[in-house]
């Protein structure tokens, strides 16, 4: 089992990165690829799943992180995919509150996340993530330089990364507008704006 990659940053999609680790690639699925830049030497935790068809590594940026989504993939209902949705906004400490005061209006608003999973989430993990450090360093966070060209990239990066997330087409496309007024720079800036548009 392995505990973290480090390497080079060789390629960055809506739902992973492929690390260069003295010449291996591997395909890691993360919460928000777009914290990463290309050539970035990393750091990542990694768990990794094993079924009869595949064998998956999923990636956090710090070993807080990695604790948060192993207690989220111990709840009935929430599966890898579900639980880096979660983990894609960065505002895990609210995450933890919600759990904590019973707040499921906040939880559903998670996709593949319903009232059934919500009141679970809270069941299995009210008073059990108190030893949990605050689960994202915030300078990962910080917004790369990354100059807006014709149409776009960034804002298209982030609506597609959204979609890779589990967010419906429908919810995805009425806050676009609002993304396309959003003064970001980044892929990461705009994914963030659309995390928290879609969870207020």
Known sequence: MYEYLRGTVAAITPDHIVIDVQGVGYLVNTANPYRYTIDETVTIYVYQAVSDTA????G????AEKQLFLKLINVSGIGPKSALAILANPDHQGLMLAIKTNDVSFLTKFPGVGKK?????????????????PAADPQLFEPETVATGAGNPQLNDAVAALGALGYREAAIKKITPQLRQ?????TNDYLSEGLRLLTK
């Open 117 to 133: 999973t919500a009141g679970q989430l809270v069941l299995d993990l009210q008073g059990k993530l108190d030893d949990l450090a």
């Open 182 to 186: 959003f003064a970001g720079t980044s």
């Open 55 to 58: 064998q998956t590594l999923y």
């Open 60 to 63: 956090f940026s710090d070993f």
